[in-house]
């Protein structure tokens, strides 16, 4: 699966090398990925497809599509769409035919009208993003098939850290949904200003005087962002862009897409900050058991590692590298009132599911992600030093030019979320106050 969002869906120590160095060192011990077993939704749900305690419904129109999104609780408001030619069904993707995503805060479905397989990817909390595709035949039992190699080719590499992980780029499209490859790309996630975003998606929504790439192709790159055709913007009916016929709706969000940028970096970042750790601390019980030191023994070296990763975390959870909205964005569905209602909140009702949406996407921008099972796999030593770092930020009279875009009153009321709704958070700070 050269995709869910391929081109469009993108210290060094002595104990712990980066994973960097060999795209494919997450293949080694202690992650072992190909050769592991996954435990995730999609991992699950095949189980109880096999042991036949549950069943999937076939649909003419869309296949196995609409049943996978229900029995993995996959909301239908979540959909965006993709016409570039970027990825494993490429030849059936074109701005007449473009390629729907779907997602919850740990699957991401793909699927292409009349496509050989629904694409799916998980975050699997002790693997990172394991890769599935389902045929699309009627008739036929339903399996996901995992794959490895043909997914890694593009989601194991430089462009996902280094680490399984999903891409979202944004490209100039040819009127045939083909990238313009001179023209470049932009990799899109929280940094991405709105106006590098988006090209060969469709993107529906209002925004305003703000520019994006979407929703038009190109003969060639313009030469600057005021040379761009202004069709392509505040698109709320996507009808005359293609049929809509075979797809579960005919739009493509522009908060759903905002979060997207957010979850696939942020899940990315997880993956790599438990990679790092797990490799450090594997490599130093056997340097414990060569040397013949105690097998508690901490070498400094996984100490650096270990606090290089929990601030890493930390600042992808804290929105550091966040581009700023020049004004409102609002989208075309109901996604932005489904992903808030899922809560958690605090006493006050606040959640960090709750949206902005004027200056920024989240009003209290610390990721949703920390009650995530990726999350809460982490090794214990990683999350203690997470909460360790992000208490300090949030506490600190001043915690230096990295946070400046934290108010004091955003810090406050995100260690008030954390505390009232995450048992970890006061169990790491010892108290709630």
């Given at each position: 699966?050269?995709?869910?969002g391929?081109?469009?869906?993108?210290?060094?120590l002595t104990?712990s090398t980066?994973?960097?160095?060999?795209?494919?060192?997450?293949?080694?011990?202690?992650i072992?990925?190909?050769?592991?077993?996954?435990?995730?939704?999609?991992s699950?749900?095949?189980?109880?497809?096999?042991?036949g305690?549950?069943?999937?419904?076939w649909d003419g129109?869309?296949?196995w599509l609409g049943?996978?999104?229900a029995?993995?609780?996959?909301?239908t408001?979540s959909?965006?769409l993709?016409?570039s030619?970027?990825?494993?069904?490429?030849t059936r993707?074109?701005p007449r035919?473009?390629?729907?995503?779907?997602?919850?805060d740990?699957?991401?479905?793909?699927y292409?009208r009349?496509?050989?397989?629904?694409?799916?990817s998980v975050a699997d909390?002790?693997?990172?993003t394991?890769?599935?595709?389902?045929e699309?035949?009627?008739g036929?039992?339903?399996?996901?098939?995992?794959?490895?190699?043909d997914?890694?080719?593009?989601?194991g590499?430089?462009?996902?850290r280094?680490?399984p992980?999903?891409?979202?780029?944004?490209v100039?499209?040819?009127?045939s949904?083909q990238?313009i490859?001179?023209?470049?790309?932009?990799?899109v996630?929280?940094?991405t200003p709105?106006?590098?975003?988006?090209g060969?998606?469709?993107?529906?929504?209002?925004?305003?005087a703000?520019?994006h790439?979407?929703?038009?192709?190109?003969?060639?790159?313009?030469?600057?962002?005021a040379?761009?055709?202004?069709?392509?913007l505040?698109?709320?009916?996507l009808?005359?862009?293609?049929?809509?016929k075979?797809?579960?709706?005919g739009?493509?969000d522009?908060?759903?897409?905002?979060?997207?940028?957010?979850?696939?970096?942020?899940?990315n970042a997880?993956t790599?900050?438990?990679f790092?750790?797990?490799a450090a601390?594997?490599?130093e019980?056997?340097?414990?058991?060569d040397?013949d030191?105690?097998?508690?023994?901490?070498w400094?070296?996984?100490n650096?590692?270990?606090?290089?990763a929990?601030?890493a975390?930390?600042?992808?959870f804290?929105?550091?590298?966040?581009?700023?909205?020049?004004g409102?964005?609002?989208?075309?569905?109901?996604?932005?009132?489904?992903?808030?209602?899922?809560?958690?909140?605090?006493?006050?009702?606040?959640?960090?599911?709750?949206?902005?949406l004027e200056?920024?996407?989240?009003r209290?921008?610390?990721s949703?992600?920390v009650?995530?099972?990726?999350?809460d796999?982490?090794?214990?030593?990683?999350r203690?030093r997470?909460?360790t770092?992000?208490?300090?930020?949030l506490?600190a009279a001043d915690?230096?030019?990295?946070?400046a875009?934290?108010?004091?009153?955003d810090r406050?009321?995100?260690?008030a979320?954390?505390v009232?709704?995450?048992?970890?958070a006061?169990?790491h700070?010892g108290s709630?106050?």
């Amino acid at each position: 699966m050269r995709a869910l969002g391929a081109l469009a869906l993108s210290v060094a120590l002595t104990l712990s090398t980066s994973f960097a160095a060999a795209e494919d060192d997450f293949e080694l011990a202690p992650i072992l990925y190909s050769a592991s077993t996954p435990d995730n939704p999609v991992s699950r749900l095949q189980a109880r497809l096999d042991a036949g305690e549950s069943t999937l419904a076939w649909d003419g129109a869309v296949g196995w599509l609409g049943s996978i999104l229900a029995a993995l609780e996959v909301p239908t408001s979540s959909q965006t769409l993709v016409f570039s030619k970027t990825s494993l069904q490429q030849t059936r993707i074109s701005p007449r035919n473009p390629r729907a995503l779907y997602f919850n805060d740990d699957v991401y479905v793909g699927y292409v009208r009349a496509g050989d397989v629904v694409e799916v990817s998980v975050a699997d909390p002790t693997l990172g993003t394991v890769f599935y595709s389902m045929e699309q035949v009627p008739g036929a039992r339903p399996r996901f098939e995992r794959r490895t190699e043909d997914c890694l080719l593009c989601h194991g590499g430089s462009q996902t850290r280094g680490v399984p992980g999903h891409i979202l780029r944004s490209v100039y499209p040819s009127p045939s949904g083909q990238p313009i490859f001179s023209a470049g790309s932009h990799r899109v996630d929280d940094s991405t200003p709105l106006a590098d975003r988006w090209g060969g998606w469709y993107v529906t929504g209002r925004h305003g005087a703000q520019r994006h790439l979407g929703n038009i192709t190109y003969a060639d790159r313009p030469a600057t962002a005021a040379d761009a055709d202004p069709s392509g913007l505040n698109v709320t009916d996507l009808g005359e862009r293609f049929g809509t016929k075979g797809y579960l709706t005919g739009q493509s969000d522009l908060v759903a897409l905002s979060v997207f940028a957010h979850q696939a970096s942020a899940h990315n970042a997880l993956t790599r900050a438990s990679f790092d750790v797990r490799a450090a601390l594997h490599r130093e019980a056997a340097l414990n058991r060569d040397l013949d030191q105690a097998p508690d023994y901490r070498w400094p070296s996984t100490n650096t590692v270990l606090d290089g990763a929990a601030k890493a975390l930390v600042e992808s959870f804290l929105f550091c590298d966040e581009a700023p909205l020049a004004g409102p964005i609002e989208g075309t569905t109901t996604f932005a009132t489904d992903f808030a209602a899922r809560g958690p909140t605090d006493a006050e009702g606040r959640s960090l599911r709750h949206f902005d949406l004027e200056r920024r996407l989240f009003r209290h921008p610390c990721s949703f992600l920390v009650y995530s099972a990726s999350f809460d796999a982490l090794p214990a030593e990683l999350r203690a030093r997470f909460w360790t770092r992000i208490g300090e930020v949030l506490t600190a009279a001043d915690p230096g030019p990295r946070y400046a875009h934290l108010s004091a009153d955003d810090r406050r009321a995100i260690r008030a979320i954390l505390v009232a709704t995450k048992p970890d958070a006061v169990a790491h700070w010892g108290s709630a106050d």
